[in-house]
Each structure stands twice: as C-alpha cells, then as structure tokens.
C-alpha cells in the first residue's frame, strides 16, 4: 500500500494531536543534533506541510523513486525495509517521531529505501526547494540532517550487532531500550513510562531474525522479570536499567558528540 491517495490531511480531528504539538516533536529533535540553534529549529519546523494522516503498513517510500520532498515523521513508528525478489521483506531500521524518513534531499538522489507506517502514523511533508532556499542562508540546517543520517546508520549497524551476536532476550531488550530512549528523548513517552509500539510479534521476528514461537516466549521471560508490561501496541517500561543490563545498552550511538 502506498502514501498516494491516502494522505488526509488533519486540521481539527478530535482524535487528534494539535498541530503545535508536532513542531514541538521537530523541534526538540533538531536541538538535539544541533543544541542552541532555536531560530533555525523554528525555521525548518516552520516548513513542514500537513499534518497527514497514514494508515498502518502504507509506503511512505518506495526505493529508486526520485526525492521530490524531505518527509518527517510526527507521530507514530515506522521501519526502514528491503523487499527480495522472492517477496520476503527486511526490516533494516526504524524511524521515530522528528526523525526523516529518507536522506536522499542532503544529495539530490534517489530513494535508497522502502519506508513503511507500523500502526497507524501521521508525516509531515517538506518541499525541497524551500528546504534548498532555508539552508542557503541558515546551512546549519543540512549539518542537523548530516548528523541525523549517522544516527540512522548507527542504529541500522546496531541491529546488524543483534542478529550476529546477541542472544533472543538481548536482541529484544536492546530494541525495546532504543525505541523508548528515542520516544523519551522527543517527549513521546507518558509519565508511567508507557509508549507506542506498534509492531506485531511477527514484525519483532523479522526484525530481530526470531520466530514467532521465541519472540512469545522472550515476551514473557521479560514480563516475568518485571522489566516491561506489554499490550496491544504498547509497551510500558517497568524498569529500564535491568533491562538495559540484559541488553548492555548504552544510548551513546543515538547521541551527537
């Protein structure tokens, strides 16, 4: 399923987040890779069109297709994917609220990835000749998408670590821990420490190279634990340093140094 003739867009719906609470998502992941620089975290966030409204599992992006816009998610998750010629898909990361959903605008390239909605996700779109305009005169700007393009391919080399030498509980402790330090870092986690998840224990499987059968039974050794309490498409974090202990965690990889 693709974005075209999904995208609604969300001006007033009551379901809904205001748009201010958006651009505070984007803002606050900009300071993160550029501390200090409010006026052009205010300028990019400016730029964004929408809200728009996607259901689950629709293509933001499909690979090759040339960058016509800059596309930021604003809520919800998404995964990065390679789809084989035997129909078989991969996921190869995961995109969080602030965070681009491709890099192809820093280089005027195609399309590297497949992009896709996990659970119901809302996206904001950037026209890259304004984006083009903006960094002319505040170039700091591209620096910010520089420096969230190595977050990304950090946190893509930290899942290739999991499916070559971490066990199933330390495979799924170490997503978990990196989707909430991602969603904690943008506001997007409630005070008791629940958060969105939405991925199936099919989806966790393919992600992290497990079956169906071990992605259950690693679900309850840690709810047993006491480390996380898991429902339908939530997660609460019960206690995020055993967890991280399990995972040898360390958030320094989604960090600018």
Known sequence: MTTHGLLKENNRGSSDRPHNTYTFVVTRR????????DHEAAALAALIEG?????SH?????????????????EGLACQYRLLDSARRQMVGFITPGDF????????????????????????????????SLSNSLPNIILAGMRAASIQHAAAQELIVSLGTRDA???????LCEI????????????????DFALTQSEL?????LSNVHVNRTIQQLRKQNLIAMSRSKVTMLNFAGLAKIASFSPAY???H
């Open 169 to 175: 509980q330390q495979r799924l402790a170490h997503l």
């Open 205 to 209: 499987g393919e992600a992290l190279g």
């Open 30 to 37: 900009f300071l993160q890779l550029l501390p200090g620089r």
């Open 51 to 55: 809200p728009f409204q996607l259901p």
């Open 101 to 132: 959903c491709d890099f192809g605008f820093l280089s005027n390239s195609p399309v590297r990835q497949r992009v896709m909605t996990l659970g119901p996700a809302t996206i904001g779109r950037i026209d890259l000749a304004q984006l083009g």
């Open 254 to 256: 989604l960090r600018v």
């Open 58 to 74: 629709s293509d933001i992006h499909t690979d090759g297709r040339p960058a016509s816009e800059a596309v930021v998610l604003l």
């Open 180 to 195: 909430y330090t991602r969603l904690s870092d943008v506001g997007c986690v409630e005070a008791d420490g629940k958060f």
